[in-house]
């Protein structure tokens, strides 16, 4: 079964970056959508931005639109979700899920549109 592994999270002022990375041991990542998703605490999870395979699509929510900027390095089996500009409503914990299609869903999908999850990486935006 595939397993995804994020990485990269961690406490951040306002205005900084952070880079999470998402890969997958034994399986290759070429054919899948990746989306990634946050839920901060007492929220439900939501999805934030899709990439498909080849980097055809690649979807935002307007909330991360010009700060969040997805991407792959298939060469690597990692994919990257690049964080600027955050704030403190961006803390949540992270993760990245895989589609067993190529496309993504409509918009960047909902929770029961992926089939495979990481276990996630916390981002705490604070002063």
């Known amino acids: 079964q595939l397993q995804l592994v994020e990485s990269g999270g961690g406490l951040v002022q306002p205005g900084g970056s952070l880079r999470l990375s998402c890969t997958a041991s034994?399986?290759?990542?070429?054919?899948?959508?990746i989306g990634w998703f946050r839920q901060a605490p007492g929220k439900e999870r939501e999805g934030i931005s899709c990439?498909?395979?080849?980097?055809?699509?690649?979807k935002y929510v307007d909330s991360v639109k010009g700060r969040f900027t997805a991407s792959r390095d298939d060469a690597k089996n990692t994919l990257y979700l690049q964080m600027n500009s955050l704030k403190p409503g961006d803390t949540a914990v992270y993760f990245c899920?895989?589609?067993?299609?190529?496309?993504?869903?409509?918009?960047?999908?909902?929770?029961?549109?992926?089939?495979?999850w990481g276990q996630g990486t916390q981002v705490t935006v604070s002063s």
């Open positions: 990439i498909s395979s080849s980097s055809i699509q690649v």
């Open positions: 034994r399986y290759t990542l070429e054919y899948y959508a």
């Open positions: 899920a895989a589609r067993n299609v190529e496309g993504c869903p409509r918009g960047v999908g909902q929770s029961d549109e992926y089939d495979y």
